[in-house]
């Protein structure tokens, strides 16, 4: 098959659950063209996009300035060169009337990324709003092919609520298929509209042969190691996991926690630790690589993902940072948000709490920290969900067989 992604950022070190689809799909024999809005910042990368040989296989959107000026000159630029590289789906894109939430500028870029005529089997969208936008590319002759949009968070909690219900209505009509990453997203397509019949759900999963399993005990030394590993953002709530530690710390003085990751609160988590007067216990790391996520879970006792719903709405999907630490056998701390309930079985694998409860953060994790006994236990019984409902390469098999049945027509 000829599978186009498309995608917000490419390559995201904090969306290794796409990095394993495409390279899973390569390996299948597939072919695959990666088109996305703009690259990533950050130099850091997995070792797969240069082992694949994917930032060949990209195209970029060209970026829209925000100057008004400039932006009008874009827009001339734009309608100069693709009249006559693409003078039919110029003319279309001039007749419609109306295109909801994406805007004019955007919809050029996309126009300009796509070869002269980009024809897939199939167009897998990350994100409803690509997949907003491949369904009017599909409409003015951009592109071909049966378009797959997956739903992973924030478009389906902060974008809807910032939006409104019909935000996704032409999309419902007109894609072709739906994969919400979670029951929990699932019933919300339902409840906005989208016919059920289109909806397979379809998790993110992780390459557990990279993880491998070790039991965790307590150490003679009576240190503990913590670690939360995610993109630093409301959501994530590490705040709340800051100060659970801090409530806690002056019991167990040889508590060490890490947090890898960074992002736009980095400096308010770094004023909140030297606050709290922990900073010889508690680190930000910075970003991690796939490689290096490896390595510090290797070192660590007990994975902390406190996530929680931001004041816009928006909400996590399934955190992949749960997954890796539990297909290497560590006992975790999350909350009961959006679909980790699905990953996580409260008292077999790990703990969860209420979101933004520091109380009941502290008190779970001292649990942990009293009956050390029950780490191995749970390791095992998260190791085992793991292999059993998120292993990529039965995930993997599973979407190129659904892309199959598509095509074939026996989807939807």
Known sequence: MKIAFFLNRFPMLSQTFVLNQITGLIDRGHEVDIYAIRPENDTKMHADVTKYNLLNRTHYFRDIPS?????????VSLLIKNYYR???????????????????????????????????????????????????????????????????????????????DDVYKNLFGEGDIFLPISERWKNTLIELGCDERKIFVHRMGIDTSKFLFSPRNHHDNGKVRLLTICRLVEKKGVRYAVRAVA??????????????????LKIQLEDLIKELNIQDNVKILGWKNQEEIVELLKDTDILIAPSITGTDGEQEGIPVALMEALAQGLPVLSTQHSGIPELIRDGESGFLVREGDVDALAERLEFFLVH?????????????????????????????????????GKLS
């Not at 002056?250 to 992002?263: F, S, V």
């Not at 236990?377 to 190791?383: L, S």
């Open 86 to 164: 693409k003078p039919t789906s110029l003319l279309k894109f001039l007749r419609f009337s109306s295109y909801g939430k994406i805007s004019v500028v955007k919809i050029l870029c996309a126009i300009d990324a796509f070869p002269a005529k980009g024809v897939y089997d199939i167009i897998q969208c990350h994100f409803g709003p690509n997949g907003t936008l491949a369904v009017i590319l599909r409409n003015i002759g951009v592109i071909e092919g049966k378009i797959v949009t997956t739903f992973h968070g924030y478009d389906i909690s902060s974008y809807i609520k910032k939006n409104g």
């Open 67 to 75: 100057n008004k000026l400039l932006r009008a000159v874009t827009v």
């Open 372 to 408: 050390p006994e029950i780490w191995s236990k749970m390791g095992r019984a998260g190791r085992e969900h793991v292999e059993k409902y998120y292993n990529i390469d039965t995930l993997n098999d599973r979407l190129a067989g659904l892309y199959q049945e598509l095509l074939a």
């Open 247 to 264: 409530k806690i710390l002056g019991r167990y003085p040889n508590l060490e926690y890490k947090i890898a990751g960074d992002g736009p």
